[in-house]
């Protein structure tokens, strides 16, 4: 039900391209996950982010939790027919909101209570009841849960995080029960090498289907984000899918898959997309400056999205100026487009064995602009 291959490798840098199986269809590596926390990518059908060349979307299980609630989704035949996506679903556990809603919970070895956000009930949540919730979500793809730290972290914290995730780690893959769901393990470790490639020795040897590296990006400089992932991503099963969570600004996204990274997500270009920004090859584009106001061309030449193909700079900043709902839609379709040719411009290079020459190239139009 769930297998992955590696097609090819790049002989000079170890980025591979691969194949992933999935009950809802395969998914070629590497990929970029559009995020869809409540499920649904906001403010686009399921056909437009299909048709922009996502492949698998990620939904978070405590948000759908909360509201409309577990029940319901399962009344309605799962996830993928509640939202109308016949694809691949990854589903988070809630681990991230550990960290971000520290001011509303407690931690303890047997699990999380959460201050619910939406009507303040108390919440608890352990390993073994969030894989529950995921199975009954149906996802292709979950998560456990673990705990996440911002930068910076005292070593204290770091230990006694990566031992909690660790001792979840084991509890999730004991109470993991549907065959046609894989669980993947996630490395967690702070902001020192030696404490993550313990962290990923440990998690390695508990036989996941995959591995994800959580608790990056989330304020460290950018140096470290990429040394830490190359101290763990050589430590991980070579035969295995090598998830890296919350990454996805293009740049970074090569830098990952310059170490070996197969899929990561990111709410970036649907969030800036809602704002005006319009991701590019050579970078943000404002459409709010002044410099667009008459710019009768397209956002990015040769661009098949329905955005480019359509619509001027002039009009889209023209769509934003005025609060038409039909910018922020055109330019999130765009920037989930810019993704897909991304990770599909390096997936090419891999298999032709050039992806080192087209990285840096890549790289070096970023370098300034982001």
């Not at 931690?107 to 009954?136: A, K, Q």
């Not at 992932?229 to 919350?246: E, K």
């Amino acid at each position: 039900m769930f297998r992955f291959e590696v097609v090819h490798t790049d002989s000079a840098t170890g980025a591979r391209a691969g194949l992933l199986h999935t009950p809802h269809g395969p998914v070629e590596t590497p990929a970029f996950m559009p995020v869809g926390t409540h499920g649904t990518v906001r403010g686009l059908t399921p056909e437009e982010v299909r048709g922009a060349g996502a492949q698998i979307v990620l939904a978070n299980t405590f948000h759908l939790m909360l509201r409309p609630g577990i029940d319901l989704i399962e009344r309605a035949g799962g996830l993928h027919r509640f939202m109308h996506w016949d694809g691949p679903i990854l589903t988070d556990s809630g681990g991230y909101q550990v960290f971000s809603l520290a001011h509303l919970r407690r931690v303890s070895d047997e699990g999380v209570t959460f201050r619910s956000p939406v009507e303040g009930r108390e919440i608890h949540l352990t390993p073994e009841s969030v894989v529950d919730l995921e199975g009954r979500l149906g996802a292709d793809i979950i998560m456990p849960l673990d705990v996440c730290l911002g930068y910076p972290a005292p070593p204290s914290a770091v230990e006694e995080a990566e031992r909690r995730t660790a001792v979840w780690a084991r509890r999730s893959r004991d109470a993991h029960r549907r065959p046609d769901q894989a669980l993947f393990g996630i490395v967690q470790g702070g902001f020192d090498a030696g404490s993550r490639r313990r962290a990923a020795d440990e998690i390695a040897g508990l036989e996941f289907a995959g591995y994800a590296i959580g608790g990056l990006s989330v304020g460290e400089p950018r140096t470290m984000t990429y040394d830490l992932l190359a101290a763990v991503t050589g430590r991980l099963p070579s035969d295995l899918p090598r998830y890296l969570m919350g990454v996805g600004v293009p740049p970074s996204s090569v830098e990952a898959v310059r170490r070996g990274v197969d899929m990561f997500d990111c709410v970036l270009p649907t969030r800036v997309g809602r704002t005006g920004v319009a991701l590019t090859a050579d970078g943000r584009l404002q459409l709010h400056n002044a410099a667009h106001a008459a710019d009768l061309t397209p956002l990015e030449d040769g661009c098949p999205c329905p955005a480019c193909r359509g619509y001027t700079r002039a009009y889209l900043r023209h769509l934003f100026k005025a609060g038409e709902m039909l910018g922020p839609r055109l330019v999130s379709l765009h920037n989930i487009a810019f993704m897909a040719r991304l990770v599909a411009a390096m997936r090419d290079s891999i298999l032709e064995d050039r992806f080192a020459a087209w990285s840096e190239a890549a790289l070096a139009r970023y370098k300034t602009a982001w």
